[in-house]
């Protein structure tokens, strides 16, 4: 496994690659990698010849406040996984290198990143689009992968791809969860004992939500409505940003539950905030 930390050490390294006419599978992440990751990499491993996989905790998608600082980052281990993973590149850039005294340009989808996250994380989207679009320049994928628990990211990325005219594959993977239904995220390792156990209202507010419509129930609003009554009942989840049934390519809250929407969910325990989201089968 090679870690490259220099941009144009890797850029030299892939061109050579692309020269051999191998293919190269691309997992951009923040690091403190967990079974969601590695799901990904095992999904790139086996549709490309090479896979590359970037750690990079990129501060321009945190907001004041947020927890840049804090995220957790543990590179030794991240490597020895990536290493049992059997990946061929590992690109760990420094922040200086990625943003240069004097960087001014920046990538911003105007539609899909409005509403949801990029209401609650003003900004979060541009910081997510530019330091992906660079990554992307630098890598040079033919194929990257995103998990869909950050679903909202995986549709503004697969706009700006489209809008951009970008030649890179974006493949969204299943979201992985815990035994208890929790979608695993490197921001679960903030939460208490108590808050880890009542954080999986989510997901049994999923479940609830499921049946609902496998019952019948049609009105998204109605749904919206039960799924906060459900979430409420948990004194931990102090605070619920947003429930929405949405339509999963617009995004847009539905009108009518016809078997193609998404329920979006956002809480905020006292020491995280979580984001998950499930699919509607009717
Ligand atoms: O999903 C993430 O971990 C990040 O938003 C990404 C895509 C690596 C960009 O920093």
Redesign the pocket.
Known sequence: MRVFQKTSELASYINKLKREGKSVGFV???GYLHEGHLSLVRCAKRENDTVVV?I?V?PT?FGKGEDFDRYPRDLDRDLKLLQKEGVEIVFVPQVGDMYPEGFSTFVEETKLSRKWEGEFRPGHFK??CT??LK?FNIVKPDRAY??EK?FQ?LKV?QKMVKDLNLDVEIVGCPIVREEDGLAMSSRNVYLSKEEREQATAIYQSFQLAQKLVKEGLKNPRELEKRIVNFLKKFPLIKEIDYVAIVDEDTLEPVKEIKGKERILVAVRLPSARLIDNWKLEI
Request: glycine share 12%.
């Open positions: 951009p992440t923040m970037s990079f990129n998608q910081g997510v330091v992906v990554l995103f998990g950050d990211q990325i």
